[in-house]
C-alpha cells in the first residue's frame, strides 16, 4: 500500500514538473495552438527578413493562417515608407536642441565606429545630433546589406494575402509606438549601448543564420546563446525590446480570448523563445500549448 501511495506521489510530481517545464523546449515547432477552455487562437514564430533564394513558408504556418480568420502582426507594417514617415523617424530620434552624442562616448568607441561606418562612406560627425538608436539602426541596416537581406518578410508576406483576401489584420504595436520605445534605447547609458551595438554588428551574420536556422528546424532551443547573449551585453535594452515588450504582447493576446475570432498571432521567433518569452508566460498564465508539427 505504501508503495502505491509512493508510486502516486511520484507520478503526481512528474505531472506538475511536465506543467512548469518549458513547453517550447519539449517540441519542435514554431507555430502553436493556444487554448483555454474551448477558445484558442494560433501563434506562429517569423523572421524578420529572407533572401529571396531562401523563401518558403512552413506549411504549419499555412495551415493556421487557413484554420483562422484575423491576422495580428507584432508591429504596425508600413506598406510605403514614405518620406513623412522617414521624417518621424528622423524628428524622433534627433536631440533636442545642445545634446549630442559623441561628447558622451570614450575616444575608443568613437573610433571603432568610425571605422566601422566609413566602410560604408558615412562620416561619424553626421550622427552627432542624434539619438544612440539611430546609430543602431545605421549599423543594422549595413550588416542587412551585407548579407543581401532586401528579400522578404514572412510577416509581411503573409499580411499581403490577408489583404488581398480582405482579411482584417491587427496589430500589437503602432508604429508611433515603436518610435517612441526606440528613441528610448541608450539613454542614459550611451556608451554601454554603442559598445554593445557594435559587437551585434561583429557577430550579426552569425546569430542571423543561427536565427534562420532555428526556424526552419523548428528548434527554439537553438536562440537560447542568443538570447543569453543579448541579456548579457545590454541589459537594460533587453528589458525594453524584450521583457517589457513580451509582458505587454501577452496582455493583448489575452484578450483576444472570448472575442469570437480566431486569430493567428505572427512574432518574430526570438520573441518566442526564452523564459521570459512569449510561450514561456503563456504557459505559466495557465494557456495550454499545442505545437503544430508539419513539414516544410
Known sequence: MRCVRIGIRLAQLVMVSASLFPVWLQ?????????????YLYLAGTVAMLPEREFALPTAIETAYNKSNRLILA?????????????????????????????????????QLQQHLLEVG??????????????????????????????FAVAEHVAAQARKEGRMIEHLESFEQQLQWLATLGQGHEEAFIRATLLQAERFAKDYHRQLDAWRSADLQQLTPVLQ???????????????????????Q??????????????????????EQGVLTQLQARGYQLEPIIESY
Open 229 to 251: 547573449w543579448l541579456q548579457q551585453v545590454d541589459p537594460i535594452t533587453y528589458q525594453i525590446v524584450f521583457c517589457s515588450r513580451q509582458q505587454q504582447w501577452v496582455d
Open 253 to 274: 493576446i489575452e484578450a483576444f480570448f472570448g472575442n469570437g475570432y480566431r486569430e493567428l498571432v505572427l512574432l518574430d521567433v526570438l520573441h518566442l523563445a526564452g
Open 122 to 151: 558615412v562620416d561619424l560627425q553626421q550622427l552627432n545630433d542624434y539619438k544612440p538608436a539611430m546609430v543602431m539602426v545605421q549599423l543594422l541596416a549595413i550588416e542587412k546589406q551585407r548579407l543581401q537581406l532586401s528579400g
Open 27 to 39: 517540441a519542435e515547432s514554431v507555430v502553436w495552438k493556444v487554448s483555454k477552455d474551448q477558445d
Open 75 to 111: 508591429v504596425q507594417q508600413l506598406q510605403s515608407p514614405d518620406a513623412q514617415n522617414t521624417l518621424a523617424l528622423l524628428q524622433v530620434l534627433h536631440y533636442s536642441q545642445g545634446q549630442q552624442l559623441l561628447p558622451q562616448l570614450t575616444a575608443a568607441t568613437r573610433q
